[in-house]
């Protein structure tokens, strides 16, 4: 659906180039919710423009839905742009327009008329959750009533592809989630391809299917979301799955479990995909007569399934203790003993 081949962009500027884009290879498939984290700076609305054509990339080719965005121009990229869509972190609504108007306005600009716009328009309000809001104006909404506006705009001339560029980063974390709900919901019923910037994991783990991470314009790392968090080969991705996962246990609370928790082993567990902790805790117990306390434990969903990672002491007979620990291993439960060995 999307393929950037080789893709550099340099920037021209009063203290020299600046390289946004470096060597970065990506395709994306149709249909998935593909994300890009980085840091600030990291290059990633760079990525996105060049993914819309707004910018052209110095070397490489970026294809999207089989037309070469990267080498067209005029209104063969107008046209391939009404099918690339995008929302925005601070929405950039028309503040002197309702809800209604500001969705209808792409509806305009490619000439539908009056009568099937509202039929569209009214589509639109009511797959957003927007109903009763038709007539308010930007400045009376709160800002996910603004986000969704902005989605049902994005969303109104059919388009192959939506683009959000931090779309939920001026979000609080409740309407965050409410608004990925959203997105993940459009991205099943209509099929749409979506491509997601961010900095933040949590938006990733909630509702994307694949992840590349970025770092001074390059891509460092991509995979499925589930194996990215699970083993993070990158020390940026590392970082960024500890904003979710819970596992930057810091030092002092690694000390304190430890004091705690003085006897047996103290062993971190990794669990993803449908291997849910309790069963297999539950099979120590029974199988190895081990004494098993969970210390510590943080479970989140991803699309593909939940991850998470427990701290558990597990007490008892050495022999046991250590049938138990190769059981862990054979069950694809990533384990790791953080002391007492
Ligand atoms: N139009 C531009 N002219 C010059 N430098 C730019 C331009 N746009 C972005 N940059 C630079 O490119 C780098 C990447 O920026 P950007 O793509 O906005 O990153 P991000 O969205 O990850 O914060 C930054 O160093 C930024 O200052
Ligand atoms: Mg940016």
């Not at 709160?142 to 059919?158: D, E, H, M």
């Not at 933040?200 to 770092?215: D, L, P, S, T, Y």
């Not at 891509?219 to 080969?233: A, C, H, I, S, T």
């Amino acid at each position: 659906m999307i393929e950037l081949k080789d893709i550099s962009k340099i920037y021209q500027s009063k203290n020299g180039e600046i390289t946004a884009v470096k060597n970065v290879n990506l395709s994306i498939n149709k249909g998935e919710i593909f994300g890009i984290i980085g840091y600030s700076g990291a290059g990633k609305s760079t990525m996105i423009r060049l993914l819309n054509g707004l910018e052209k990339p110095t070397n490489g080719t970026v294809i999207v839905n089989g037309k070469q965005i990267s080498s067209i121009s005029g209104n063969e990229l107008r046209n391939a742009r009404q099918k690339i869509s995008m929302i925005f972190q601070h929405f950039n609504l028309l503040w002197s327009r309702t809800v209604a108007d500001n969705i209808a306005f792409p509806l305009e600009i490619a000439g539908i008329t009056k009568n099937e716009r509202s039929k569209r328009v009214k589509e639109l309000i009511d797959l957003v959750g927007l109903s009763g809001r038709e007539n308010a104006y930007p400045s009376q909404l709160s800002g996910g009533q603004k986000q969704r506006v902005g989605i049902a705009r994005a969303l109104a001339n059919n388009p192959e592809v939506l683009l959000c560029d931090e779309a939920t980063s001026a979000l609080d974390p409740e309407t965050t989630d409410s608004i990925l709900e959203l997105l993940l919901d459009i991205n099943k019923r209509l099929g749409l391809t979506i491509v997601l910037i961010t900095h933040e994991m949590h938006v990733i783990r909630k509702i994307c299917n694949r992840v590349a991470v970025m770092e001074a314009g390059q891509v460092v790392e991509q995979g499925d979301v589930l194996q990215v968090f699970q083993n993070p080969q990158a020390d940026i991705t590392k970082n960024f799955v500890m904003q979710v996962s819970g596992t930057k246990e810091s030092k002092e609370s690694i000390e304190q479990i430890l004091a705690n928790y003085p006897t047996g082993k103290i062993v971190k567990l990794t669990f993803i995909g449908n291997k849910t902790e309790q069963p297999i805790i539950s099979r120590l117990i029974k199988d190895f007569g081990v004494e098993v306390n969970i210390v510590h434990g943080n479970i989140s969903q991803t699309t593909s399934g939940p991850y998470g990672t427990l701290i558990v002491q597990i007490d008892g007979d050495d022999v046991k203790v250590n049938q138990a620990l190769h059981l862990l291993d054979q069950q694809e439960v990533q384990t790791e003993v953080i002391d007492h060995a």
